[in-house]
T-cell receptor, first 114, second 114 residues
Framework: GDSVTQTEGPVTLSEGTSLTVNCSYETKQYPTLFWYVQYPGEGPQLLFK?????EKGSNRGFEATYNKEATSFHLQKASVQESDSAVYYCALGESGGSNYKLTFGKGTLLTVTP | GALVYQYPRRTICKSGTSMRMECQAV??????VAWYRQSPQKTFELIALSTVNSAIKYEQNFTQEKFPISHPNLSFSSMTVLNAYLEDRGLYLC??????????FGPGTRLLVL
């Protein structure tokens, strides 16, 4: 079945430093790849998604490139802020069909210190 | 914009009793609704996927007898946890989607079992 593996946390960074959260996936499908962010007490929010291989997604300074050859979708940000502290989930979803479901990684807790 | 509400946000029930939770989509038509459970030990476990005009599909280890779901229209879904026990504790998330669009999550219902 489908699976997603991402950087094990927790990750602690100082404000202004760069972030990379690795994400690798396994699937026999042609998936759409997602990054979700979850703040305490809330449900996961879509950060961005990329439906096609070799394309890049971005939002709020975060970005990731859908690398089909390497089966990777690493999340990067050049300069993190304290408000970026949250849990980040990489996920994959089937690109179509009625039995659509998301497969999530285990999440990476990011703490940004001032 | 697309919003998903869930209630109650938090509930406590005695072991062996049942608890019903609700999910409402606002601003879009929820043609499919996925119910997940998020526990501290695991990432998101998909319980079932409900698509309008199709049978509800339950994942392995989850059954209709334990987690009956109702999806009567394009804005509302509910799920009941029957005979709740300690292992049913967690954050129950509703993810609603219109067609092939992005899945939007509610804030979750946190279930505590005494």
């Amino acid at each position: 079945g489908d699976s997603v593996t991402q950087t094990e946390g927790p990750v602690t960074l100082s404000e202004g430093t760069s972030l990379t959260v690795n994400c690798s996936y396994e699937t026999k499908q042609y998936p759409t790849l997602f990054w979700y962010v979850q703040y305490p007490g809330e449900g996961p929010q879509l950060l961005f998604k990329v439906p096609k291989a070799n394309e890049k997604g971005s939002n709020r300074g975060f970005e990731a490139t859908y690398n089909k050859e390497a089966t990777s979708f690493h999340l990067q940000k050049a300069s993190v802020q304290e408000s970026d502290s949250a849990v980040y989930y990489c996920a994959l979803g089937e690109s179509g069909g009625s039995n659509y479901k998301l497969t999530f990684g285990k999440g990476t807790l990011l703490t940004v210190t001032p | 914009g697309a919003l998903v509400y869930q209630y109650p946000r938090r509930t406590i029930c005695k072991s062996g009793t049942s608890m019903r939770m609700e999910c409402q989509a606002v601003g879009f038509q929820a043609t499919s609704v996925a119910w997940y459970r998020q526990s501290p030990q695991k990432t998101f476990e998909l319980i079932a996927l409900s698509t309008v005009n199709s049978a509800i599909k339950y994942e392995q280890n989850f059954t209709q007898e334990k987690f009956p779901i109702s999806h009567p229209n394009l804005s509302f879904s509910s799920m009941t946890v029957l005979n709740a026990y300690l292992e049913d504790r967690g954050l129950y998330l509703c993810g609603a989607r219109q067609g092939q669009d992005t899945q939007y999550f509610g804030p979750g219902t946190r279930l505590l079992v005494l």
